[in-house]
């Protein structure tokens, strides 16, 4: 009796999670373009996208149309129409955020950027650097990956796309050592960077894996990987800066006079010399009788001397689409969190089964804090980069992402339904920025049970093989030391400066070892371009979720936690020279200047000596040197050998005892796997059958009570169960 509940029990579980699928808005990923059905050696069309493969590397080619998309209802999960900035294809929906483009080590990505932007009525192109400002301008970043910050590459401070059609031919080459990783592109024209990511201007990027690179637990032809890419609209900060845009416009006739206040006094200051004092001057809040949460240009006009009425109307009038909040959500106060452009949308995964979850927090601004109560929660790697031990178990089984960090998380649930939300962190005698922490519902997740649930496992724990270039760098001798001041009281300063375009403020050497003393960022968190950096330090001790550790690597760093405002990193000036930026990572904070250039200088292609074991590192041609290399393990091409296996996972043996994979060893992997949900998908629909043909049997004697006796066949049935 007991083995037959529990097969009764079983089946119902079926029953009700199938039932359960109908609510919600089913979780669906981002459209994806990338080469793999070409390589090695073809070439043809994916969707929208084109595909040239040679010798096992290949150019993917496709094109980003950046402008308004609305985004209808059905998509979302909202009650109606989303209108927000994004990349899109041609030709193909619009949706928000932009395609997923995944390549590999060795890879070209060319993407022709066209700008549908209407152009601006006013323009605002001579409004001072460092103010809100040209909102029809736009370009790309690709943050996160190991590229040339040279034209037509990562150059974020030349190049720009102006509306109306025009173009710019991205040439990104992704170095045959890259790691496998999580990034993500975005708009990064300065002065418009925070108001088009907060509309959503932007997509994920995805390295792939090296063959080997992961042991075949990891694999994704045997773990389910999804992107999870979270976009958080924050209302009031789009109020704030379409009104600062239209203030700069409307000043940019210097006549003007507002609420008895010259144009100098209400722009905000772009030098050294001004006093920050007046930075949040709001020319809606500056009169008590003007709305609050949008702009009234009958209450701005009454309040200004010697305006340009035809100059300020235009001003106006090219700033009102930004006000455009999603319908539905109030100007004040009002965030909207998305996940792959979805509100709350539900994952289904199998039961007891570890899965990937590719965070990246494409916000402006707040961080954070992913938590899953009730199932295993580990982390894998952050920034696109593995951790040095891997998967790394959570001590408050909780995440920490600053806007632009990404996380690449392993989840396991048993059967049933959870939810994955951000919420405040634990506080355990730390004095945390709780103010600053997401409190939203990231997604649902419904994990299905099966009949005969997969055997529990361990994942391996392992040393990924890792490029010389990410090499662990403490206790390297450094060519130059740099500190950056994030939290200087002269805000929006970094170290004194505040962003000119081409003026090179701090230089490193390539090919070498620099080491970066980064003050004040559990206030501003510190983002740098071309090349991550290495923590050298535990900065939250007993209390840091396990989250930041001496030596992971990041592109983007802040710590939640105040107090904890200096981290010492260590960076790779490997092989890329040129000018590019650090910045501030709250998006209008760099808007507003916190940036600054710095130039790589030496000769193209030079590597760190240590890491490459060479006495010298010319660009090209190598001289070989006995002295001992940093990581001997360490690869500088595609071929990438596998991990080594710490502590051996407890999982159905895929492996042999190298750690190498072979192909019938993957093979049978994933025809287990796949013979496992089939199983589920079977069983399941076999028992829900028999339980629905139960119940109307049931119910039709139910109904039959004092009448004909049921029929013989369904009575058979009832005594087989
Ligand atoms: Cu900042």
């Not at 590229?147 to 109306?164: A, F, K, Q």
């Not at 199998?350 to 707040?366: F, H, I, K, P």
């Not at 999982?651 to 013979?675: D, I, N, P, W, Y």
Request: overall charge negative.
């Amino acid at each position: 009796m007991v083995r037959l509940n529990n097969v009764r029990m079983r089946s119902m579980l079926l029953l009700v999670q199938l039932l359960s699928t109908c609510s919600g808005i089913e979780f669906m990923q981002p459209e994806e373009y990338s080469c793999e059905e070409f390589r090695p050696s073809r070439s043809g069309r994916n969707g929208s996208a084109t595909c040239v493969c040679t010798s096992g590397t290949c150019t993917l080619d496709v094109e980003l149309d950046f402008g308004p998309v609305t985004v209808p209802g059905s998509r979302t999960g909202l009650n109606s129409d989303l209108h927000m900035l994004g990349f899109h294809t041609p030709g193909s929906p619009e949706t928000t955020p932009g395609p997923t483009l995944r390549v590999r080590a060795g890879d070209t990505l060319r993407v022709l950027l066209k700008n549908n932007m209407r152009p601006e009525i006013v323009s605002t192109r001579d409004v001072p650097s460092n103010n809100i400002r040209e909102f029809d301008v736009v370009n790309l970043h690709t943050h996160g990956l190991h590229i040339s910050p040279r034209w037509p590459g990562d150059d974020v401070v030349n190049t720009l796309v102006r509306p109306d059609g025009g173009t710019n031919p991205y040439i990104y080459e992704i170095p045959k050592d890259h790691m496998g990783g999580t990034h993500w592109y975005h708009a990064h024209w300065h002065g418009a960077v925070s108001i088009h990511v907060n509309f959503g201007a932007a997509g994920m990027i995805i390295v792939e894996d090296a063959d080997n690179q992961l042991p075949v637990e990891f694999d994704p032809r045997v773990m389910d990987d999804y992107i999870v890419a979270i976009y958080y609209v924050i209302t009031d900060d789009i109020t704030t800066l379409t009104n600062d845009y239209i203030k700069n416009c409307i000043c940019l006739d210097t006549e003007v006079e507002c609420f008895q206040k010259s144009c100098d006094q209400l722009r905000f200051p772009t030098s050294n010399s001004g006093t920050l004092s007046s930075w949040n001057l709001d020319i809606r809040r500056d009169d008590r009788n003007c709305a609050n949460n949008q702009f009234d240009f009958q209450c701005v006009a009454g309040n200004c001397e010697n305006l340009n009425l035809e100059h300020a109307l235009g001003c106006v009038a090219q700033g009102m689409p930004f006000f455009a909040n999603p319908d539905g959500y109030e100007h004040e106060g009002a965030k909207l969190l998305l996940t792959n452009g979805q509100h709350e949308p539900t994952l289904e995964i199998s039961a007891d089964t570890w899965v990937r979850l590719r965070l990246g927090y494409m916000s402006t601004d707040y961080f954070l804090a992913p938590k899953l109560v009730g199932c295993e929660m580990q982390l894998l790697a952050k920034d696109g980069v593995y951790l040095p031990s891997a998967p790394r178990k959570l001590t408050y089984g909780q995440g920490m992402l600053a806007s632009g960090n990404r996380a690449d998380l392993l989840i396991k649930c048993p059967p049933g339904s959870f939810t994955l939300i951000s919420t405040a962190l634990p506080n355990n005698g730390k004095t945390f920025n709780t103010s600053a922490a997401v409190e939203e519902t990231i997604m649902h997740i419904i994990a299905r049970g099966s009949p005969s649930p997969p055997p529990q496992c361990d994942l391996p724990v392992f040393e990924v093989n890792r490029p010389c270039y990410l090499v662990d760098l403490r206790g390297q001798q450094v060519a130059k030391n740099l500190t950056f001041n994030m939290g200087s009281s002269n805000f929006p300063e970094i170290s004194n400066h505040t962003f000119v375009a081409n003026d090179v403020q701090f230089e490193m050497p390539v090919g070498e070892a620099v080491g970066l003393d980064l003050n004040g960022v559990s206030f501003h968190p510190f983002h740098i371009h071309v090349n991550p950096f290495q923590l050298t330090q535990n900065p939250l001790p007993d209390n840091d979720n396990n989250w930041f550790r001496s030596g992971d690597w990041h592109d983007t760093l802040f710590y939640p936690a105040a107090g904890e405002s200096k981290q010492r990193v260590l960076t790779q000036t490997d092989y890329f020279t040129g000018p590019s930026v650090v910045h501030c990572h709250i998006l209008h904070h760099e808007d507003w200047g916190m940036m600054i250039t710095f130039n790589i200088t030496g000769e193209e292609g030079t590597r760190f000596p240590p890491a490459y074991g060479y006495e010298s590192t010319p660009a090209y041609g190598w001289v070989p040197s006995p002295k001992e290399r940093i990581d001997p393990t360490c690869y500088d091409g595609m071929m990438v050998e596998a991990p080594t296996i710490t502590t051996e996972g407890m999982c159905v043996a895929a492996r042999t005892k190298a750690g190498a994979v072979t192909a019938l060893q993957l093979s049978t992997a994933t025809t287990e796997a796949h013979t496992w949900k089939m199983i589920a998908i079977v069983l399941g629909v076999v028992l829900a059958a028999v339980l629905i043909g139960a119940a109307i049997y049931l119910l039709r004697g139910t109904a039959n009570t004092g009448g004909a006796p049921a029929s013989s066949g369904g009575a058979g049935g009832t005594e087989m169960m």
